[in-house]
């Protein structure tokens, strides 16, 4: 196909090596980043929409998004420790199946960091104006400052959501300063929400009653085709937790020995935060229930929608799981320990900058490489000389999630970035077997196991959630890819460092990619 150029692998290693980012992560604080993203967003911002959807069998629809993760997981260990460079699934599939489809999966994954960025701020600032300002000191800010002009479920919103703003702008500044930095003040969030998560799971399983798991799937496994519901519609909506990983793999080229450590990041994270996952939602489940309101046809009415928000204005579903911002500080209240709930409120508060720092670092690193292949202005990728960071690709980044977070509605939008998540994932899974027949002798200090089949059970298990994915989520994908085209056909195909065959050439004793 004519424009379905190939950027050789030794060609990207050398051009990454010529302006390359510099390298200060070891193999504990790329694990801490992956669990700095992953616990956070599903647990303390998504647990009431699973349980929505899924009732008791929240559990097994974080069972099911990490088995998929897993695998997932395994094919990115190989790829990321064989092509350790910024970037991604990006430059995976511009390694292996070409600048178009390299470009559908960046912009993909520009859609994922982004939304996932803006909804998490917004999460942030609910717990920053209802339990820190509210429960602790009494205020009470005007709404048109906590909400942007459309809130969620269509209920009418403010005029902005001022905290999101700050939040987020504040992370971006951080990532600005320097990449080191922002690892160690991780390091020290990521702690916090580790032990206030283990202190809920010590609290809660002994308070589990056996009757709060029945029915343990009031919705079924499948809720059916685009509906967003069942066991495994839950897992599609709580796989935007499962985003850290990814986010691990983008820092490869800013990490110390990631043949080694890179690995180490990916499964290490994964493996801890699913386990944090599933005892969590039997502890909230098994201790106060977690059976979703239904509707009049006998199907969950949707998460985040009016129609919930009706019901749980009722004082008979007022104190449910489901109807909670702050999922996890109201279990606790339920059972007797309102200063512990607190006190994870304000462990939740802390702790969510640190998801949103993950998710704008990722996100930056994927503009900072496109734009370093010339896809997209070069500008981009500019490296700041003390900071040693991509500052004007991270202020940019920043101002627009900012923007999101202020003015537009997030309720659905972890299904939105889960589509372009989903997508990346799948391309990675195509990228390792495809390599594995066209450089068979390039050396792998990681390789997947059994690819034959881990490679086929991620493509299949990233078509499976995409289609249990509400239906609305599942159209934007292609409706976001078309806007991407229309950009990579308009400045990126013409202005491509490859399409002008400007290609790095390896020194010999820099490279040695065979031995």
């Not at 150029?5 to 193999?27: E, F």
């Not at 909400?147 to 001022?162: E, K, R, S, T, Y």
């Not at 200090?445 to 991620?458: Q, S, Y």
């Not at 991407?484 to 399409?499: A, D, E, M, T, W």
Request: charged content about 10%; some cysteine; glycine content about 12%.
């Amino acid at each position: 196909m004519k424009f379905a150029r190939v950027k050789p692998l030794d060609a990207i290693l050398a051009t990454a090596k010529k302006k390359s980012l510099h390298p200060t992560l070891g193999a504990f604080q790329l694990t801490l980043f992956g669990i700095g993203c992953v616990i956070g967003t599903g647990i303390f911002v998504l647990t009431s929409a699973g349980a929505q959807k899924a009732g008791p069998g929240l559990m097994l629809a974080f069972a099911i998004a990490g088995l998929i993760c897993i695998v997932a997981a395994l094919c990115y260990a190989e790829i990321a420790a064989m092509i350790p460079v910024a970037g991604s699934a990006y430059t995976y599939t511009y390694s292996v199946m070409g600048e178009m489809l390299a470009w559908t999966v960046g912009w993909a994954l520009v859609l994922e960091y982004a939304v996932a960025a803006s909804a998490v701020s917004v999460g942030w600032s609910g717990y920053f104006t209802g339990t820190i300002l509210n429960e602790f000191f009494g205020i009470v800010l005007p709404p048109y400052l906590t909400a942007g002009p459309v809130a969620l479920g269509g209920a009418p919103g403010g005029m902005i959501n001022l905290p999101a703003v700050v939040i987020a702008l504040l992370v971006t500044w951080l990532l600005m300063i320097g990449t080191n930095e922002s690892a160690k003040v991780n390091a020290v969030l990521v702690l916090i929400k580790v032990t206030a998560l283990t202190a809920f799971i010590v609290l809660t399983l002994p308070a589990t009653e056996m009757d709060n798991f029945n029915p343990f799937l009031p919705a079924g496994i499948f809720g059916g085709f685009g509906s967003g519901v069942g066991a495994v519609g839950a897992a599609a909506t709580i796989f935007f937790a499962y985003v850290g990983f990814d986010a691990v793999s983008t820092a490869a080229e800013e990490t110390k020995n990631p043949q080694r450590n890179v690995p180490i990041g990916l499964i290490g994270s994964l493996g801890i935060c699913t386990i944090f996952y599933i005892l969590v939602a039997a502890g909230a489940v098994g201790s106060i229930g977690g059976q979703p309101i239904m509707g009049p046809n006998g199907v969950p009415f949707p998460a985040g929608s009016e129609e919930l928000a009706r019901q749980c204005a009722l004082p008979e579903y007022a104190e449910m799981l489901v109807c909670s911002n702050e999922a996890l500080a109201h279990v606790l209240r339920m059972i007797g320990f309102s200063g512990v709930g607190n006190m994870l409120g304000i462990a939740a508060f802390i702790a969510l900058p640190s998801v949103i720092l993950i998710l704008l670092f990722g996100q930056t690193r994927i503009f900072f490489v496109m734009a370093r292949d010339g896809l997209l202005p070069e500008g981009l990728s500019k490296i700041h000389p003390k900071w040693k960071t991509p500052y004007v690709v991270t202020a940019i980044t920043g101002a627009i999630v900012a923007f999101a977070a202020a003015f537009l509605p997030v309720g659905q939008l972890a299904d939105i970035a889960n589509a372009g998540t989903l997508y990346a994932f799948m391309m990675v899974a195509i990228a390792v077997m495809m390599l594995r027949k066209t450089d068979p002798d390039r050396k792998r200090v990681f390789r997947t196991p059994a690819l034959w089949l881990v490679g086929p059970a991620t493509i299949a298990g990233c078509i499976f959630l995409f289609l249990n994915l509400p239906f609305e989520a599942m159209i934007v994908l292609p409706a976001w890819a078309a806007i991407g085209l229309v950009i990579y056909f308009l400045y990126g195909y013409k202005s491509s460092h490859l399409g002008k065959g400007i290609i790095e050439v390896p020194d010999e004793d820099i490279l040695n990619p065979h031995g």
